[in-house]
């Protein structure tokens, strides 16, 4: 009686059997899939001897990056770690893409290129913060962040030496589209 209940709660009372096996199986799919990703910033996680008061440092100034990526607010460390938790990782890689970006555009110097594999101690969580805090205050980068990469500019003779579509392969189609995207 119960499940009858949650089932007409959800609105499934009108899918068939097997559209709700399909939905429970895409759910578990997409269950491995969300596993899989924190397995992978697991094994990116820096690996060491970490203080809270390093850690929290780190936090510090990762949250007013963060601000600039609208992302919510770290919470502090409440005790030293040896592993970086995979969240913190995937919030530090996602900045660590920006800031790729932003020194391919010559907007900031790569100086500041963030590389989770060099941290092991806290004196490379203190030149992290660092550098987090100088991204902070960067109007240049900040901008960057607001209006996004700029597009490149393709010359006349790249133009010219295009392969018109209906001449392409499926696979230089897609390739093409992927790079639009």
Known sequence: MAREMEIQ???MDSM???MMM???EAEGAIGDLRDMEEAEFEAMAPQGDFSKAALNSLVRSHNKVSKMFDMETY???SEGVEVFPARFVRELMMIAQAV???IDEGVVDEEMMIDLSDVQSDR??????GRLDSLSRDKDFRRFLKEGPSEKEVS???VDQSVPMDEMGDDEIESLMMDRV
Do not use: H, T, Y
């Not at 490379?124 to 913060?129: E, F, T």
């Open 100 to 102: 790729a970006d932003a």
């Open 22 to 24: 399909a939905q429970a």
């Open 9 to 11: 709660i959800l609105g």
């Open 124 to 129: 490379d969580i203190a030149r992290l913060a």
């Open 16 to 18: 068939d059997p097997g």
């Open 75 to 77: 919470p502090d460390f």
């Open 156 to 158: 006349e003779e790249e």
